[in-house]
């Protein structure tokens, strides 16, 4: 079983940073991609980042120029600048790949809050 531990969040003011945490733990192989999804109360979940394995990115048009996505071996991290208020939502880590046995993961991290107020 493979487990997504998130750390960082919190409430920011408006043009401020914050960088987000991820470490993958457990029986794995390898980890391909890693991803950041964003979600607010009564819409759909959306992804903000995305990781290869050949560290290729992606981004959401919305956080592009402002957020990085990075990765150190099994630990993915959100860099998040110029934030805005509606930046606001709980942040997601996702991660893909095998575990021992070459079965695959597609595992979740529980979620954390960011808030950008003044």
């Known amino acids: 079983q493979v487990q997504l531990r998130q750390s960082g969040g919190g409430l920011v003011q408006p043009g401020g940073s914050l960088t987000l945490s991820c470490a993958a733990t457990?029986?794995?192989?390898?980890?391909?991609?890693m991803a950041w999804y964003r979600q607010t109360p009564g819409s759909q979940r959306e992804r903000v980042a995305y990781?290869?394995?050949?560290?290729s990115t992606t981004y959401a048009d919305s956080v592009k120029g402002r957020f990085t996505i990075s990765r150190d071996n099994d630990k993915v991290f959100l860099q998040m600048n110029r934030l805005k208020v509606e930046d606001t939502a709980v942040y997601y880590c996702?991660?893909?790949?095998?575990?021992?046995?070459?079965?695959?993961?597609?595992?979740w991290g529980r979620g954390t809050q960011v808030t950008v107020s003044s």
């Open positions: 990781i290869a394995t050949n560290s």
């Open positions: 457990g029986n794995i192989e390898s980890v391909n991609a």
């Open positions: 996702n991660a893909e790949g095998m575990i021992m046995g070459a079965s695959p993961f597609d595992s």
